[in-house]
């Protein structure tokens, strides 16, 4: 889908849509603009329905100050004008007050997205502005004494965010992005200590992220003239659909998320690096053989590998997810220990349940493949994310899908009390009765 293509105006309301469908603004909340290459400021109107924009209702200012459109522009026009003038490298301003990072904004903190390595990646250095009034030309003075400093993210105090970026896309990635960890750092906090990640380990994300984008760049590909089977076309429709279906449940995120499957005839099937998971197509997916070659001109996901080497190692394995739900990620960025011994079937799906360190994904693949097992069916890895594998794309799925659950649940039960867990009997009998 390709969705640049776009005319201003309707990029601008495709994505106002989806930050409202998404439940991070509400209806009178927030506002987008995008500067075009004549200078004109195409920006979402004042005091009008979020959910229900058309490009009808999207104003235009030009370089001049002159207004076009049925509407008047949204009141934060100055600071949104302020950024342009600043950056020449910023072609959209993305504001909203999507309601975890709201929570910051309110208590004047900046997340701290140390916690997780992939998300300080994209997201870069946060700054935080001090408090004006909606509207008013100090607003846009001190959020644009801010961009002037080279931040792309801003926390506005008692306000929301603003972030700037080249498209409007690569704004939302970060925006929702953003939103997702500020989720996870606070059901982190609600669980226990916060636990980032050594210096050891922030070293080794760089050098794998470099060596990643390196051989990016080289040539790897199987055939350049392959023919895809019955089965690898189902394979790529099914996976699309889950897909579809972790974003819609919020088990993946805009930038992350991966899902695979494999393939009877060798190699499998995997989402792509950098790609929005709200519009892959079939045709975005990539092949990787059993050597690890993926298909020409195109880029699996960084879990590619690891992958690889959990099907080598497994037979029985037929699908794997990865992914940073944000109940779950509490347990990968806190002291806090997972343990899915809560309800029959929170159990069964995911049995023991095993946490890797973040050095140990990056320095033993063997291990970690390893420690998957008929009894260890998800792996939490701290400070990266959380993987399930299954007999199929349903059951791995499943698994992540209970995962979230249980991890919401047990956060949910500290307003109660102490949180009870099976005892081992009861588990035995859990053990006996479902031959796990």
């Known amino acids: 889908m390709k969705n640049e293509n776009l005319h201003p105006a309707d990029q601008l309301v495709l994505m106002m849509n989806r930050v409202y469908k998404n439940g991070l603004t509400s209806t009178s909340g927030g506002n987008l603009s995008i500067c075009d290459e004549n200078g ?32 008047t522009p949204s009141m934060e026009l100055p600071f949104h004008s302020s950024v342009y003038k600043i950056r020449s490298d910023i072609k959209c301003v993305f504001h909203a007050h999507p309601p975890a990072l709201l929570t910051f904004s309110i208590a004047r903190i900046i997340p701290d997205i140390n916690l997780l390595p992939q998300v300080e990646k994209l997201c870069g250095n946060i700054s935080i502005e001090p408090y004006a009034i909606p509207g008013s030309i100090q607003l846009g003075k001190n959020i644009s004494a801010e961009f002037k400093k080279g931040y792309d993210v801003v926390v506005m105090e008692n306000h929301g965010v603003c972030i700037g970026a080249p498209d409007i896309f690569t704004a939302y990635r970060i925006f929702e992005t953003l939103e997702y960890f500020c989720r996870i750092e606070l059901n982190a906090m609600n669980l226990g200590k916060l636990t980032p990640p050594t210096a050891e380990e922030k070293k080794l994300f760089v050098k794998e992220a470099k060596l990643f984008e390196s051989s990016c760049k080289k040539p790897s590909f199987v055939l350049k003239e392959r023919k895809q089977t019955s089965e690898e076309k189902a394979a790529r429709r099914d996976i699309i659909t889950f897909v579809k279906r972790c974003y819609e449940q919020k088990l993946f995120s805009a930038t992350q998320g991966t899902f695979s499957a494999r393939l009877s005839t060798g190699g499998f099937v995997i989402t792509p690096y950098g790609k929005d998971r709200a519009y892959l197509e079939e045709r975005d997916l990539v092949f990787v053989n059993s050597k690890g070659k993926a298909e020409e001109g195109k880029t699996p996901d960084t879990k590619a590998a690891l992958f690889a080497k959990i099907y080598a190692t497994h037979d029985n394995v037929q ?9 779950t990620m509490g347990f990968a960025v806190s002291d806090a220990v997972f343990d899915p011994r809560t309800i029959p079937e929170s159990y069964i799906n995911l049995l023991d349940t095993k946490t890797i360190s973040l050095k140990e994904l990056y320095t033993d693949t063997d291990k970690v493949a390893a420690t998957f097992t008929k009894r260890t069916p998800a792996v939490l890895i701290k400070n990266d994310s959380i993987v399930t594998v ?7 799925y499943d698994r992540l899908e209970v ?12 307003t109660l009390g102490k949180l009870v867990n099976m005892s081992s009997a009861e588990i035995d009998e859990i053990d006996k009765a479902f031959g796990v």
């Open 319 to 327: 699908s794997i997810t990865a992914a940073l739900p944000p109940y």
């Open 390 to 396: 299954g007999k199929n794309m349903t059951n791995a």
């Open 40 to 71: 004109d400021i195409w920006i979402t109107p004042s005091g009008i329905d979020k959910g229900t924009l058309t490009r009808n209702d999207i104003m235009c200012v030009k370089p001049d100050g002159t207004k076009i459109g049925i509407h």
């Open 403 to 414: 995962a979230e659950f249980t991890a919401n649940s047990i956060l949910a039960t500290k």
